[in-house]
DNA sequence: AAATATAATGAACAGTGTTTAGTAAATTAT
DNA sequence: ATAATTTACTAAACACTGTTCATTATATTT
């Protein structure tokens, strides 16, 4: 039964955004009383972090998908990439993972570790050391370089998803972004 | 009235949070009926941009601030360092101006266009053009550059607000951050 | 003084998240 | 087989949110 609230919950999300996915819309979904809800999570925000623990799941494939480069410069590049186009393809669930309050707040009630985001940026922290092992970024201080790249493109999204980007024209929107991307690029490869 | 209604708004978003700030809440912190604020106001939505655009206003004092700085390099440097210090005295006006939904909403239903955040970036876009005039960021295309920056300073602080870096200890997170700052200045310093 | 305009409201509507006493069905114990 | 217990679910209600509208009181104009 939890997995068909989820399930339910993950589509009305997916079709009509956080704010119109109400209790009522899932349980109307899965033709069960809203009170059933209640018997297999906490709250609302519960069941907004469960999801958000399964559009880590999903994200996580991203990495995956650029596990084959040999090169770790390689691969930090193609996953900026892929990180964009994940978070454009699946704004929901980048919300979800990063944006929203509600999946952090469930957490902090739990007084509990945010293992999702830890795995991820370690991971992104050990690429980025392994591009210095091979002789990039001369002098960096890794963590300090890691928080910076996350930042830049975590940033590039965040302006895009939550309609920041409207002093633009609406041609011009996404090879703005994307030219935010490539000026990190090229500081990238220029360090 | 509408002048009341703006700053009961202001005071009890700035202490309760977006989300603790009702219509009903303003309308009993003045001491008149929640439909008064329908005469001034054409929904909430309209109120949030209000407080929006005074929040651009308090906002664009940063830049006054750092305008006697001679030198644009440093000019940037510095306005980095106050934009981030800005939006961690100022949360809830930073979530007004780049995070909340509702006043963009509010904007695309007038099909008006961003003129606060347009004239910001404008700045920043101009700041930037002095910069490489003056010998810096040689060969770099200033509008990318420009998006680049904001977005990591923007990446930043939203990291922050939406409690995106609980995977670091607690008396750690700031450093970090300041981290991520130090790191896109330090690449800005050797372009 | 009568007519009109303005400012404000009580009541209600539609919707949200959540709780609780109660019920029906399934399972276990006697 | 019957009684007792457990499990799964719900109808109803609560507290709250944003918003609308017919109505009323007051101020202004004719």
Same mark, same amino acid.
């Given at each position: 039964? +939890? +997995?068909?609230? *989820? ?6 999300? #997916? ?8 209790? !009522? ?12 809800? =209640? #018997? ?7 069941? *907004?972090? &469960? ?22 410069? %390689? !691969?930090?590049?193609? *996953?900026?990439?892929? =990180?964009?186009?994940?978070?454009? $393809? ?15 707040? $469930? *957490? ?9 985001? +830890?795995?991820? =940026?370690?991971?992104? %922290?050990?690429?980025? &050391? %392994?591009?210095? &092992? ?16 996350? &930042? ?11 309609? !920041? ?10 090879? +703005? ?15």
């Amino acid at each position: 039964m +939890r +997995r068909r609230i *989820l399930e339910s919950a993950k589509k009305l999300f #997916l079709d009509l955004g956080y704010e119109k996915t109400s209790i !009522r819309g899932i349980a109307e979904d899965i033709e069960y009383s809203p009170a059933t809800i =209640y #018997l297999y999570f906490k709250d609302k925000n519960e069941l *907004l972090f &469960a999801l958000h623990q399964e559009a880590f799941v999903e994200f996580a494939k991203t990495f995956v998908k650029v596990a084959h480069i040999a090169d770790p410069f %390689e !691969r930090l590049i193609t *996953l900026g990439r892929e =990180y964009l186009a994940f978070a454009f $393809a699946n704004p929901e669930l980048y919300e979800l993972m990063f944006l929203l309050t509600a999946p952090m707040e $469930a *957490l902090e009630i739990r007084e509990d570790v945010w293992e999702d985001g +830890r795995s991820v =940026y370690m991971a992104l %922290e050990m690429l980025i &050391a %392994e591009c210095q &092992a091979a002789g990039h970024f001369k002098g960096a201080d890794v963590q300090q370089l890691s928080m910076m790249i996350w &930042a830049t493109v975590h940033g590039l999204v965040t302006i895009q998803l939550r309609k !920041r980007c409207t002093m633009f024209d609406e041609n011009e929107r996404d090879s +703005r972004i994307q030219g935010g991307l490539d000026s990190l690029i090229r500081m990238l490869e220029s360090y």
